[in-house]
């Protein structure tokens, strides 16, 4: 189990789990599913039921290669799902790289912000997250999703993205975000190629030292798709990578990750009940 709690945030004495509710028609896996803010609101009150301990509404694909969004539209998409799931006493985090949804977010009852770019993509996000006081995911990231593959290049991953984690760590307290606001995460599949994602899993002990929870989102990414292909070379579809993302979900949180982001909730839920059990049962010796 993790050692580290989040003010704000559920303390399960477990690795956390995080739903995603994709508000948009393009994210790579299941875009346009929830697309209308009722199903939307629907399915997050559904994940919760399944046991999903946060709820991350996103309303901007970071799929390779997707186009950005106008900020009114990304606020039109998040805006009401948020409101409404906070309402029934939902945790909500809200997944976004601007700083005026994360204040419309925040208002509408968002507990913690996840941006993907740590900070990079909007300056002023840090300065936000500081004045409102709730959690605040610093994600590994290199670039927009246009030209990120293009930037990912390491001679050693591991210590490259905890040296870069650490510099926006160092880069986002100075604009008066608390240390303990703070989440990081390796960033798996943003600037990384299938070798590069396994050696930041592989590495979690590494990450740890950084001194801050750590979340790992591997849930449905093209690495698994791509380890599982089939005789002819085809990397197994987005939607059929659930039972490898649970393998991952078990040994992340018995390496002690502090939450995973996933699609499909129910299963996740159970392996890091399992993971908890068999880590507590390690520690007794």
Partial sequence: MSAFTVPGLPDAGRCLVMGVVNVTPDSFSDGGRWFDPEIAIAHGLALVEQGADIVDVGGESTRPGAARVSLDEELRRVEPVIRALSAEGVVVSVDTMRAEVAEVAVAAGARLVNDVSGGLADPVMPRVVAASGVAYVVMHWRGHSRDMESRAIYSDVVTEVSEELRKRVDSVLAEGVREEQLILDPGLGFSKQADHNWALLAGLDRLRELGRPLIIGASRKRFLGRLLAGPDGEPRPFAENDD????????????????????????????VRVAAAWRAADERG
């Fill in 244 to 271: 490898a993302t649970l393998a991952v979900t078990a040994l992340a949180a018995r390496d002690g990750a502090w939450c995973v982001r996933v699609h499909d909730v129910r299963p996740n839920a159970d392996a």
